[in-house]
């Protein structure tokens, strides 16, 4: 488990410095992402494509972001982070969330695995 949780920790790492190649230097050509809201999909992408057009897009929303690793569970099949995650507003998104706010999520985020790689990403705030 320990070369996963170097896998993740690198990935973090490189979604911290919006370091897209490195991201997907950690990810297989076939993962799977979701995001959830308070439950609800708010987005799911299929494809080391379309996880790495998403990925430009959404470093344009932030100044800086910053996912800070709380804790660690490990079953055999998966790996779970809580993280407290946080990002300066690059734009305006809507009367209440401006240029320049800080937002502050506290979450989890998922990890299946797949030929040594990220092949399954589940965030959760």
Same mark, same amino acid.
Do not use: P
């Given at each position: 488990?320990?070369?996963?949780?170097?896998?993740?920790?690198?990935?973090?790492?490189?979604?911290?410095?919006?370091?897209?190649?490195?991201?997907?230097?950690?990810?297989?050509?076939?993962?799977?992402?979701?995001?959830?809201?308070?439950?609800?999909?708010?987005?799911?992408?299929?494809?080391?494509?379309?996880?790495?057009?998403?990925?430009? *897009?959404?470093?344009?929303?932030?100044?800086?972001?910053?996912?800070?690793?709380?804790?660690?569970?490990?079953?055999?099949?998966?790996?779970?982070?809580?993280?407290?995650?946080?990002?300066?507003?690059?734009?305006?998104?809507?009367?209440?969330?401006?240029?320049?706010?800080?937002?502050?999520?506290?979450?989890?985020?998922?990890?299946?695995? *797949?030929?040594?790689?990220?092949?399954?990403?589940?965030?959760?705030?």
């Amino acid at each position: 488990m320990d070369q996963l949780q170097t896998l993740i920790e690198n990935y973090v790492k490189a979604y911290n410095s919006m370091d897209i190649t490195s991201m997907l230097m950690s990810l297989h050509h076939d993962i799977v992402f979701e995001n959830y809201s308070k439950g609800v999909l708010m987005l799911r992408l299929e494809g080391i494509q379309a996880f790495e057009i998403q990925s430009e *897009k959404a470093c344009t929303f932030f100044t800086w972001r910053k996912q800070t690793i709380k804790d660690w569970q490990i079953s055999d099949d998966k790996i779970m982070i809580t993280i407290d995650y946080q990002a300066e507003l690059a734009m305006d998104f809507s009367n209440s969330m401006k240029a320049g706010d800080l937002l502050k999520l506290s979450g989890t985020s998922t990890f299946q695995f *797949k030929d040594g790689l990220i092949s399954y990403i589940k965030d959760e705030s």
